[in-house]
């Protein structure tokens, strides 16, 4: 089965409004490929800003959190409604920055999940283990648990509706990349858990990205993989140059 590339760039907290429009105009002026898709998770500040710079590019706007609640006392939460109303069609979930910097476990990612789903946005699940995690042979086992507990009680009408993020977290923000081997060995488990939990059409048609320091130097070859459908990329995704070159993968 054919699945269309996604490039999600995730932002984090980085760009002023002012900084965030002009990269969002720089990555549209160098042009988007029609057979891949691509998205930007800006800080919230800045999400109607780019919705605006990018408007009429195909390129998406993804948030980089989302709560199961469009509205209420939930403070310091921003609700699926809210970014909707600021262009948003996509949210990065279960990032292991939320996992490991401010505890957001898998019972949570998982209420995300779904309330991402209820109001229409779609989930970039992420997961991944930690160096202790491989070095200890328990990268099968921390995944399939982040996987199936994240996705509890999430049923899908189609494949579009939710997208699955590998990201070892040693290979965030580090420098160093999963092997390509390793990144593909660990997509084609992911695709079979995948099958296990939802009917063949629908596993087949889930993109898994790979996220983990990608840059314009490696990802030709990460892209190059049967099982690698796409990229979430966080340092490389700041510099327009890179993150174009990065969506132009060969
Ligand atoms: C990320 O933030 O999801 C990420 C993969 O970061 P980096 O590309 O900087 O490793």
């Not at 800003?49 to 980089?64: D, E, F, M, P």
Request: charged content about 25%; glycine content about 10%; aromatic content about 6%.
């Amino acid at each position: 089965m054919q699945r269309k590339p996604l490039i999600a760039g995730n932002w984090k907290m980085h760009t002023t409004i002012a900084e965030a429009e002009k990269l969002a105009r720089a990555i549209c002026e160098n042009g988007i490929p029609n057979d891949r898709e691509v998205m930007v998770a800006p800080p919230f500040t800045a999400m109607k800003a780019v919705s605006g710079a990018v408007a009429g590019s195909g390129i998406l706007v993804g948030a980089q959190n989302v709560c199961w609640e469009e509205k209420g006392a939930f403070t310091g939460e921003i609700s699926p409604v809210m970014l909707q109303d600021a262009g948003c069609v996509m949210a990065i979930l279960g990032h292991s920055e939320r996992r490991h910097i401010f505890g957001e476990n898998d019972t949570l990612i998982n209420k995300r999940v779904a309330g991402a789903l209820k109001f229409g946005l779609v989930p970039v699940l992420c997961i991944g283990e930690k160096l202790e995690e491989r070095e200890a042979e328990r990268t099968f086992q921390v995944l399939e648990e982040q996987l199936r507990k994240g996705l509890e009680g999430i049923s899908l009408k189609s494949a579009d509706e939710l997208v699955v993020a590998y990201e070892p977290v040693w290979a965030i923000g580090t420098g160093k990349t999963a092997t390509i081997d390793q990144a593909q060995e660990v997509h084609v488990f992911v695709r079979s858990l995948l099958r296990n939990l939802y009917e063949k059409n629908i596993a087949t048609g889930l993109r898994i990205l790979y996220g983990g320091s990608v840059n314009s130097k490696n990802v030709d070859d990460l892209m190059g993989q049967e099982d690698i459908d796409g990229a979430l990329v966080g340092g490389a995704a700041l510099d327009s140059t890179s993150f174009s070159r990065i969506i132009n993968f060969k």
